[in-house]
């Protein structure tokens, strides 16, 4: 919570005023019983009906004046509130996009949008009711005390043991309830994860008719929870009926003290009517101090969530655009050296006149943080500018992971990857980004219209621009058709949209930006064969001949490439055409042979 | 559901506990009697205080004994009330939770399909709570409040006319204005939420696709509107904040104003000897008490209508038509050949819009049968009848010549092993999940059945094997690896019926040809139905069944059909075209 509050420096004043009129407040609800004592002692005992007059007058004039300040205290703690959790909600989202991939993988992003929802409004509601009321209701406690003191010292004795004895009662039966209450939310949970997963397999579990068997699983746990919940119901019970006991109590022995002190002359009848307002003052403060408790206790847990999101740090760094002279220079050196290696190497022989690589993995490993085992180990691939370039294997054979490694999304453990003959740690994040179009492969739009979505490649490309994009992704035609064609509109994620449609919008989206790298991660799976065989013909065409990579589990969507990465388990289990990898390469054999047909003659 | 019904049906639920109930209420009487008793009383002693000298101890001391008896009677009560409404609403939360469970594993599958999940979920658990919350809590509140007003004005008018008058001429003031406020911040709490949730929509797109967002560097605008939204949330949250956080102050000030009416006018009367100082005290501490309850009550009200809205959404869900009850004298599935016939079935999940019609097909024990076609063509919603998750509008379905309306479900499915495309595991064990078909299968059946369905590898890769806990939904395993586990599944108990909807659309085409063999094998001598979009998986069933839009449109092998040239050729063509 501690770090949190600094989103309250700008709100200084609000903090601090919101509790002192808060208690200015509560001060004149404390002058309250001494008036009521003045009334009872000269105006009833003398008779003076003018005196009573004019103290009731005091008594509406003390009302109004705790009116005003409550309400300006009111005012200052809902700005001071607000607006922490204003700029708060500002710097986490800030914080979230700052975070990389590997941050975002290990958080997990349900978790962070309920952070920034649900968290921070517990936690908004927290600091208004603390500005509020944690300083009024203490100050109206021990200033009740006080108060009592100014009336009899003796008599105020009760006091100092009553208050003392309820605390321990409220809070004791508080931190004995607390660890209770998360055992039944915990039961709650099993509960409610039963339900869902009886209604998400109902297929399933009426296949293998098991209703019967999940129906018992079910009140079982139904049954623990509603125990659990009698237990912690029992004790919290006990936490009216004793306090009241003990203020009644402490008032008995108020009026027996009081007897014994009027009796000898050291105070009036007044003064006693005034201490057990007193003293029925501090019970009704103590309650909304219990609620307030709660309040702060559900706020302080959400505040240590959110304060976690900000202490996840992003593991990368990113050089700032401007200072990589130094860095490139000695890329350049590497490069160089890589091409007179590269020079008898089956890319050198494919494409002689390339002389500089777009993409180099220069024996590039990589350990997603808290995985056991190595997600792609030693690659070595270098692609010349303008190939197209074909990953295929299996299901996690990291072929994902190898493309995503190009826009540093992730970094190598070991090894290096080099844009344009630099590392990427040495670019900024902006400068490399824009080299390169990557399509996910979870297709995914904004809300908003289709213009809306495709400018996010390149926010100042003009209509024509995109509507060459749209062509070139096979997506024009249904554009053309849609009502308001570039303006229709596009639901969150996408949803009014196909599975096919969204992903070569999501293609377009990239073509926009005319990157010089486009990454298609199996991003035409959607796709029906025919559409996907023009996809590919048309990215043959792109101007400006930018460096293409297609991940695929379809054979047929690579086997044009200029060069075939076949991934197996994170290593390379080949590279070269397909008609190499077919000669010679037994895996890429299998993944071709399972979708397609064996010639007659071809078979093993 | 009207309220009136709704309100039957939760006195329904709570006759089981009348006498919970009635001590409720008659301890909350009692309660609140006896507090009400205890002002007097010290309005007794104080009247007995009069100054130095003048103090009766003898009378003081009797009341005081009196008092003590009563205070820790009173909190006697109020503890047996506390736990009688705890035993009574957690009951019953009980009661109606298990009988919406109950419901749900027998609710008809169109049911299921139809409700969002988290609909469902929230109407068993959120719902409950909130009925029982507000209901029941609501009940007591509204109960002890409306005996306080009442014990209250008793007690007043017994003591003094005029002084009553105030205090019930003055109090409605309070209601006016919490009533007032609650009108004004409607519309600025309406505002806000609605602002909340825009801002809420921006968080799950940005926040949910953050890698979206980073690959095209578009943080800062991203930024720049959640800023904007966030600068109009502040607004609207603070005047809505501010507005409705007037009503405490405001109703106390009320509550002063009573105060300080009664203080006045109690102690002209006083003076005049009509009312003692005692008196006066305890009209005080009334005055203090007396308009909590009506500002609760006022509260209340909202709660409970509240609360019997959740109420009237889960007796929705309770008394939903459940699906077709099985006939008494349905007959058991025993020793099932595996020959199916499909006769005239006709069949829609909405009235108006046809999907099957005068579908017939005849199935040998034994038989392959292949059912293919373009996406949304009907292929799942045989299956669908098939199990009998749906029942067929006319015609019918027969296994070995019996009509499976007229068995029992658990014999028919029994009968069949099904693989669904989407994959469902439950939390538990891997082992847990394996034998769900075979609750007593050894641990030598589980390890052949996963070795066969090429599962066995990677769970010995796991931490702790076949012990392995995997959460809800399969949890950490891959689309794939838990595609294995339901093929496992099936294999380990081998019904004479086979149901494979795509189930090899999640693994990878090597693998998937290692499953095949292993199919094969499940296959033979199986009656069985496959579902799946690779042809090259289907081409070797005995019968392909060709659908497009709800029919059949062609039926035979592979080799009849290519030879048709008809649609089933020019899916196979396209899906070698290059």
């Known amino acids: 919570m501690k770090k949190l509050l600094i989103y309250l420096k700008d709100y200084k004043k609000e903090t601090v005023f919101a509790p002192l009129f808060k208690m200015l407040e509560a001060t004149f609800e404390l002058f309250v019983p001494l008036v009521m004592a003045a009334i009872i002692d000269r105006g009833i005992g003398q008779a003076d009906t003018g005196y009573v007059l004019k103290m009731g007058g005091i008594l509406v004039a003390l009302g109004l004046i705790g009116l005003l300040c409550s309400i300006t205290a009111q005012y200052f703690a809902a700005k001071a509130a607000v607006g922490f959790s204003t700029g708060l909600k500002h710097a986490l989202f800030d914080h979230i996009q700052s975070l990389s991939f590997t941050e975002i993988d290990t958080l997990g992003t349900s978790t962070l949008i309920t952070r920034m929802t649900s968290d921070v409004n517990q936690v908004q509601n927290g600091v208004n009711m603390v500005l509020r009321l944690f300083l009024r209701s203490p100050f109206i406690v021990f200033g009740a005390m006080i108060m009592a003191f100014t009336i009899d010292g003796k008599a105020a004795m009760i006091f100092v043991v009553t208050i003392p004895l309820l605390a321990v009662v409220v809070f004791g039966i508080m931190a004995l309830t607390m660890p209770m209450y998360k055992k039944v939310q915990a039961g709650l949970d099993a509960v409610l994860g039963a339900t869902r997963e009886n209604l998400t397999g109902a297929r399933v579990i009426r296949a293998f008719h098991k209703e019967e068997e999940e129906t018992e699983r079910f009140e079982e746990k139904n049954d623990v929870l509603t125990h659990l919940q009698l237990v912690v119901g029992r004790i919290s019970a006990l936490t009216n009926p004793v306090t009241y006991i003990i203020i009644n109590a402490a008032t008995i022995l108020l009026l027996y003290t009081g007897a014994v002190r009027v009796d000898n002359g050291s105070i009036t009848q007044g003064e006693v009517v005034a201490l057990v307002n007193y003293m029925s003052q501090i019970l009704v403060e103590l309650i909304k101090l219990a609620n307030l408790i709660i309040t702060i206790t559900k706020a302080l847990a959400c505040a240590n969530r959110i304060e976690a999101v900000f202490e996840v740090e992003s593991s990368m760094a990113w050089r700032d655009g401007a200072s990589v002279e130094g860095a490139a220079a000695e890329e350049k050196r590497l490069t160089e050296l890589d091409n007179a290696a590269a020079g008898d190497n089956r890319t050198g022989k494919n494409h002689g006149e390339h002389t500089d690589f777009a993409v180099v993995f220069d024996h590039v490993h990589l350990t997603y943080k808290g995985a056991g085992a190595e997600s792609l180990s030693d690659i070595h691939i270098q692609v010349p500018k303008g190939q197209t370039v074909g990953i295929i294997g299996g299901t996690g054979s990291g072929k994902s992971s190898l493309v995503n490694m190009i826009p540093r999304f992730y970094d190598a453990t070991a090894g290096t990857v080099r844009v344009d003959g630099r590392d990427v740690k040495t670019y900024g994040m902006e400068e490399l980004r824009e080299k390169i179009g990557i399509v996910l492969q979870k297709a995914v739009l904004f809300r908003g219209t289709i213009r809306d979505n495709l400018l996010w490649g390149n926010g100042s490309a003009t209509d024509e621009e995109l509507w060459e994009a749209l062509r070139l992704a096979q997506a024009k035609e249904f554009v053309e058709t849609k009502e308001g064609r570039l303006d229709a509109p596009v639901a969150q994620e996408g949803r009014n949209l196909s ?43 792109l101007p400006g001949e930018p460096t293409v990579f297609i991940v695929s589990q379809r054979a047929s969507s690579i086997r044009h490439a200029d060069q075939i ?19 010679d390469c037994e895996v890429y054999q299998e993944i071709y042979y399972s979708q397609f047909e064996r010639q007659a003659d071809g078979g093993r | 559901m009207g309220q009136r019904e709704t309100f039957r049906r939760v006195l329904h639920y709570i006759r089981k506990y009348w006498l919970y109930l009635t001590a409720s209420i008659v301890m909350a009487t009692v309660t609140v009697a006896l507090t009400l008793y205890f002002p007097i009383l010290t309005g007794r002693v104080i009247d007995l205080v009069l100054g130095p000298g003048q103090v009766d101890f003898g009378g003081v001391f009797a009341i005081l004994k009196l008092m003590a008896v009563i205070a820790v009677a009173t909190g006697l009560a109020q503890w047996v009330m506390n736990v009688c409404n705890n035993k009574m609403t957690y009951r019953i939360v009980q009661d109606i939770r298990n009988e919406a469970f109950q419901k749900i594993e027998i609710l008809p599958l169109k049911y299921i399909d139809a409700h969002s999940y988290g609909e469902v979920v929230s109407r068993v658990i959120a719902d409950v709570d909130q009925f029982a919350d507000g209901l029941l809590m609501g009940f007591t509140q509204f109960f002890t409040g409306v005996i306080t007003i009442l014990g209250t004005l008793g007690f007043m008018l017994s003591v003094n006319v005029a002084v009553t008058g105030v205090v019930v001429l003055v109090t409605p003031l309070s209601f006016f204005v919490a009533g007032f406020i609650a009108k004004k911040t409607f519309t600025m709490f309406h505002l806000q939420s609605e602002t909340r949730g825009e801002q809420t929509a921006l968080i799950e797109e940005m926040v949910g696709n953050q890698k979206v967002v980073q690959a095209f560097s578009h943080e800062d605008e991203a930024l720049d509107a959640f800023d904007e939204i ?88 309770i008394e939903e038509e459940p699906q077709t009850p099985e006939p008494e004298n349905a007959k058991t599935l025993k020793d099932v050949a595996g020959r199916v016939e499909l006769s005239h079935v006709d069949f829609s999940y ?139 599944r099936v294999m380990l108990c081998l019904p004479p019926m086979l149901i494979l909807d795509e189930a090899t659309s999640s693994i990878d085409t090597r693998t998937e040809i290692r499953i095949q063999k292993a199919f094969a094998t499940m296959m033979q001598g199986r009656t069985s139905f496959i579902v799946a979009h690779r042809l090259s998986t289907i081409r070797e069933a005995d019968v392909i069944l060709v659908m497009k839009d709800g029919n059949i449109i062609e039926q035979g092998n592979h080799e009849t059909l290519l030879q048709k040239k008809g649609f089933y050729a020019k899916l196979y063509e396209s899906q070698f075209a290059v």
């Open chain 1, 499 to 541: 599975g096919g449609q969204r992903q070569r919008l999501t293609i377009a989206r990239a073509l926009v930006a005319k990157p010089e790298i486009l990454i298609l991660d199996d991003s035409a799976s959607a796709l029906d064969y025919a559409t996907d065989a023009a996809l590919r013909r048309a990215l043959k065409e």
């Open chain 1, 565 to 583: 990465i076949v991934l197996e388990d994170g290593e390379m289990a080949g590279c070269g055409t397909h008609e190499e990898l077919l000669a």
């Open chain 2, 230 to 317: 966030n600068g109009r949330l502040q607004d609207c949250s603070l005047r809505a904040i501010f507005f409705s956080s007037l009503t405490n102050p405001s109703t106390r000030f009320v509550n002063n104003l009573v105060y300080a009416g009664v203080a006045v006018v109690g102690a002209v009367y006083a003076v005049r000897g009509g009312i003692s100082v005692g008196q006066l005290s305890c009209f005080l501490s009334y005055a203090n008490q007396y308009t909590k309850p009506f500002n609760e009550i006022s509260g209340v009200v909202t709660e409970l209508q509240n609360a019997l809205a959740c109420a009237a959404r889960i007796f929705a869900l």
């Open chain 2, 350 to 488: 909405v009235p108006d819009k046809k999907l099957i019609t005068d579908l017939n097909l005849a199935v040998k024990p034994g038989q392959r049968v292949a059912i293919v076609g373009p996406t949304g063509c009907g292929k799942t919603t045989v299956i669908n009848l098939l199990m009998r998750f749906y029942d067929v509008n006319s015609g019918k379905i027969c296994v070995d010549g019996a009509d499976i309306r007229e068995v029992t479900r658990k014999s028919l499915r029994e009968n069949y092993g099904m693989v669904l495309q989407e994959t469902w595991l439950k939390a538990g064990t891997i082992r847990d999940n394996i034998v769900m078909g075979r609750p007593g299968a050894t641990e030598e059946e589980v390890i052949a059945a996963a070795k066969a369905s090429h599962a066995h590898s990677f769970i010995k890769r796991l931490s702790k094997g076949y012990d392995t806990v995997i959460g809800e939904d399969g949890g950490s395993l891959s689309q794939g690896q838990k595609q294995l586990l339901c093929i496992t």
